[in-house]
């Protein structure tokens, strides 16, 4: 399983990411509730090093932000492809889940982000179809878009401008996916075929779950 951890580093955080990161943030309320944790909110309290934020990690050699942690901030708003996210293209781990993104799109310019081996924008009231961008992040391991609900409890995103096919073909490292609530339209037969790498799979909806020994 992928996973970042904080690591020491010399250098500051440049300044264009650090201005691009405090861009992000303003984009967006800050809606606390009693159960989550915004992150966030200590970051002017943590100096000008973005690198030594709670949530962000960085490359020791670099300082490049190379992992984004922001599971759980109570971030309200929407995101489209101005985002300054979009600009921090060393990133290789993005983690967005729980938050309130307010119906919006996937931005296709997530394919910006090329370096990314782990993305999940799961939980966090995204919309709409999967952008056709998604199958560019050629670097991708874990990919979790699962569970994008309505007030009603219906899934939000469909896969059909991208079919599954097409996802399986082009994220050829992929070994971790999960599509629960995702509407799909495409044979998902087929498509397994071509997920040689899939060591964890999980439509929900279909009730296919499963780890590949």
Request: proline share 3%; hydrophobic share 40%.
């Amino acid at each position: 399983m992928i996973s970042f951890q904080p690591s020491s580093h010399q250098q500051l955080c440049h300044k264009d990411e650090y201005l691009t990161i405090m861009q992000f943030k303003d984009n967006f309320l800050i809606e606390r509730q009693a159960s989550t944790y915004p992150k966030v909110n200590l970051w002017n309290s943590q100096g000008v090093d973005c690198c030594s934020w709670e949530g962000i990690w960085c490359d020791q050699d670099t300082s490049n932000v190379i992992g984004l942690d922001l599971s759980s901030s109570c971030l309200f708003g929407s995101i489209n492809s101005s985002s300054g996210l979009f600009h921090l293209g060393h990133l290789q781990y993005l983690n967005l889940p729980l938050n309130d993104f307010n119906f919006s799109m996937i931005p296709a310019a997530v394919e910006n982000l090329s370096k990314l081996t782990y993305l999940n924008l799961s939980s966090s009231f995204f919309s709409s179809q999967i952008p056709l961008e998604i199958s560019k992040l050629h670097n991708l391991a874990k990919l979790n878009l699962s569970f994008n609900l309505d007030y009603s409890h219906q899934g939000l995103l469909e896969l059909k401008r991208l079919n599954l096919n097409s996802l399986a073909q082009n994220l050829t490292k992929l070994e971790w996916l999960d599509l629960s609530s995702v509407g799909i339209n495409s044979p998902i037969t087929k498509a397994l075929a071509n997920m040689s790498s899939l060591t964890y799979l999980h439509f929900g909806q279909y009730g296919l779950l499963g780890k590949f020994l």
